[in-house]
């Protein structure tokens, strides 16, 4: 089953994502890992793509299978073409998102769809031992 989710283009949509994320992958081992990541492509969308403007919208999706999570974050593209790794400047604040990416994900790419439209994916996968090993019956704790 999948999770889809249309979020304003602003900065604050990175946590909500995150949210979506840890309600899709309740359970799964690498949710920490797909949280960072869809954090990071989300953010990459709002600030480098037409979806930052006024009235912009990232989706994301979710999808999970037996060992495999796929993460695609889709955007209203811009003129910067697809998204790929670059060095990141030691004194920049910015710069890091894909190689984050890059070290977390099992795969990752990224499609355009000329200025209009443009879509950056990772896959995440995880043995039967990781997953065996975040199964747990005992009731979760609940915040205050």
């Known amino acids: 089953m ?3 989710a249309r979020f304003p283009g602003v900065p604050e949509s990175a946590g909500a994502a995150r949210n979506l994320v840890r309600e899709a992958l309740d359970g799964h081992p690498r949710v920490a890992d797909a949280e960072l990541i869809v954090s990071e492509l989300v953010t990459n969308s709002v600030l480098h793509s037409r979806s930052g403007r ?6 994301v999706e979710i ?3 037996s060992g ?3 993460i695609d974050v889709a955007d209203e593209g811009g003129q910067g073409g697809v998204p790929g790794l670059r060095a990141p400047d030691e004194a920049a604040d910015f ?3 894909l190689t984050l990416v890059d070290a ?4 990752w790419g990224a499609h355009n769809d000329g200025d209009d439209y ?3 994916w990772a896959q995440l996968t995880s043995t039967a031992e990781e997953q065996a ?3 747990n019956d005992s009731p979760v704790p609940q915040g205050v």
């Open 118 to 120: 443009r879509s950056v």
């Open 104 to 107: 977390l994900a099992d795969s």
């Open 133 to 135: 090993s975040t199964t």
């Open 2 to 4: 999948p999770w889809i």
């Open 95 to 97: 710069g890091r998102g």
């Open 63 to 65: 999808r999970r299978s």
């Open 68 to 70: 495999t999570v796929l």
């Open 54 to 59: 006024p009235g912009g919208s990232v989706w």
